[in-house]
């Protein structure tokens, strides 16, 4: 397909972008929405690299019969938006998750690349990190999420304290260690390590989804195994289990 030069005049240029339009909601099936088709064109004639674009927009468009529509409007997005759209696309949907999301719901929200994703979220981290502000960016239960800053942690405590949020009773505290360090177990090995029956505190933490039910150990009576849950991660604010404090590292804070 002919494309227009810098010396065709704006007349042609005109008649060309509206015939494309055209073109582009008559040739796909179903029909393209006339506004995403405008964004298309809107970015494409202002783009340096027009040329590419538009063979990769003809290709699209010669296999829409096989695509789902919201996967091809999804594609089209991807390939116009710039990089640093991307980066406040992802940064906004951190912001209204409230939880740790993975690379994987990211690409599904977005239609990013595996690849993109983690190079730009790699970059968001550093960017929040430079600027040390109040919210950060961490690798939170194999994802990512917006978190206070632990330089403010005292004063978040103080209003954590004052606030109407349900803490964790030193019983619960106690038992969610046990399960944390050695899952998966039994209820019988949890009362047997805290000397106390745990059937109450068991069922608050199930009830926090802080744990959850990991399956049935090969014994009489077929016992149920609990085990940490992704909110868990979430709560102390953890990547994964390794980054749980080992005996080492709490001998030495008490030390200090």
Known sequence: MYLPSDT????????????????????????????????ILIRF??????KNLFRILNFFLIINNRLNLSL??????????EDREKKYLLEAILLIAGEPLGVSALKEATEIPD??????????????????????IAEIANGYQMITNPEYAAWLRKFKAS??????????????SIIAYKQPLIKAEIEQLRGVNADGVVKTLLDRRLIKIMGRKEAPGRPLLYGTTKEFLQYFGLKDLTELPTLKDIEREEAA
């Open 8 to 39: 065709c005049n704006s007349e042609i240029r005109d008649r060309m972008k509206i015939q494309t339009v055209k073109n582009l909601t008559t040739i796909s099936k179903p029909p393209l929405k006339l506004e995403l088709c405008s964004i």
């Open 45 to 50: 004639f202002s783009s340096t690299e027009n």
């Open 72 to 81: 091809l409007s999804g594609i089209f997005l991807a390939l116009v938006m």
């Open 115 to 136: 690849a993109e994703i983690e190079k730009i979220m790699s970059e968001l981290i550093s960017d929040y990190r430079e600027r040390n502000g109040g919210i950060l």
């Open 163 to 176: 606030s109407t949020l349900v803490k964790l009773s030193l019983p619960a505290l106690e038992t969610l």
